[in-house]
C-alpha cells in the first residue's frame, strides 16, 4: 500500500515507517522537526520537510494514499498550561488540516494516534476505552476534540478511522535533550551528565511504560483489521505499573548511580494515577507486552551512551510565565 505517516521524524513516526517498508509499503511522510529528529526518517521514505497545518501542503501530499497514518503533535501534556497555544495549534488545528486532506482527498482510512491524556483524572484504573474522557490539561482537551471532530469527519465524507491511545512510549530514538517530556529519557540523560533525577511532587504518581517495539505491531495491525474500524483502542502495556519515584531508582540502579533524586513542586494538572488497560488491544490487535520495564530503560540507556549525553535544549517558548510555572522550566534548571 501507499502510506503516508505526518510526523515521520518523530519517536513514534520514525519507527512506524521503518517498520512499514519492512513489510513492503510505499511509505512517505512531513515533518516539521519541532520534536524530532533528522534521523529517525527512514532511507527509503520519501520525506516532505513540511508542517502539517498548512492544509493545501497536506492535500498536495496526500493525494493518491491508501492510508494516512496521523502521528503528528507537540505531545507535551504538563507545558501546554502554560504555552497552550503552541501545543493547541500543533494538535487540533494539524488535526484537522490532516482529516480535511483525508476527506478531500478521498482516502479509505485514516489511523489516527491519540493519547491517554483524554482520560484525564479518573475514579479507578487502569483506564478502559469505555470510560468518559476528562482530561485535565489543554492538550488532553485538544486530542479529545480531534477524535470526536474526526467521528463526525469520517461518517459526513465516506472514510474510514481507527483510533489508537498510545500511552507513555519509551525507547531509542527518542528526543532525550527535551526538558519538557519524555521523563525516563530526561532521568537517564541527567544521571549521564551526573546530575540526580528531578522529581515533581512526592514522586508517588503511578505510570506504566510502553516499549517502542510493542506498540508498532498493533499500529500495523490496525490497517487492516476490519473488527478495528471506528473503534477507540488503547495500545501499551498494563503490566509493570510503577510509580515516579520507584522509576528513578530503577534508572539509577540501572545505571549503577549513587546519584539520590531531588524533589520540587508538583506540576499543575498533573493526574496522580494514570495506566491504561491492553484487554481491548490485546483482543483486537494481538497486543502483546514483550519487552519488559528494565530492559527498556537499559535499551535507552545505550543509545544516550552511545549518542552522547546532551545539555537540554529549551527549544519552546514558555507563553505564560507566573508563580505556577514550574521553577525548573523558568529557571533551566533541568
Known sequence: MKIFVTGIAGFLGGHVA??????????????????????????????????????????????????????ACTAYEG??????????????????SVFTAVADNKIPKLINCSSMAR??????????????????DPYGIAKLASEESLKVMSEVHDFEFVNLVPHNIIGPKQ???????????????????????????????QRCFSDIDDVVN???????NPNAVSETINIGPDEDVISILELSERVLKILNSDLEPIFVDPRPQEVSFAHC???????????????????????IANWIIKMGPKKFRYHL???????????TWKDKLI
Open 119 to 136: 482520560y484525564g483524572e479518573q475514579e479507578t484504573v487502569p483506564f478502559t476505552e469505555d470510560m468518559v474522557p476528562k482530561p485535565q
Open 317 to 327: 517558548d514558555i507563553e505564560i510565565i507566573n508563580e505556577n510555572t514550574p521553577k
Open 218 to 224: 498493533p499500529i500495523t495491525n490496525s490497517l487492516t
Open 277 to 299: 488497560s491492553a484487554e481491548k488491544s490485546r483482543n483486537l490487535l494481538d497486543y502483546k507486552t514483550t519487552v519488559p520495564l528494565d530492559q527498556s530503560i537499559e535499551k
Open 175 to 205: 528526543k532525550y535533550d527535551d526538558p519538557y517530556r519524555n521523563v525516563v529519557s530526561i532521568m537517564i540523560n541527567r544521571v549521564l551528565n551526573d546530575q540526580p533525577p528531578i522529581i515533581y511532587g512526592d514522586g508517588s504518581q
Open 79 to 96: 507545558l501546554s498550561v502554560f504555552s497552550p497555544y503552541l501545543v493547541g495549534q500543533n494538535t487540533y488545528q494539524i488535526s484537522m
Open 18 to 71: 521503518e517498520n512499514l517498508l519492512a513489510a513492503g509499503h510505499e511509505v512517505s511522510g512531513c515533518d516539521n522537526l519541532i520534536g524530532g529528529y533528522l534521523d529517525n526518517v527512514p532511507e527509503d521514505a520519501d520525506f516532505y520537510q513540511v508542517d502539517a497545518i498548512y492544509l493545501n501542503q497536506m492535500k498536495k501530499l496526500t493525494k493518491g494514499s491508501d492510508i494516512v497514518i496521523h502521528t
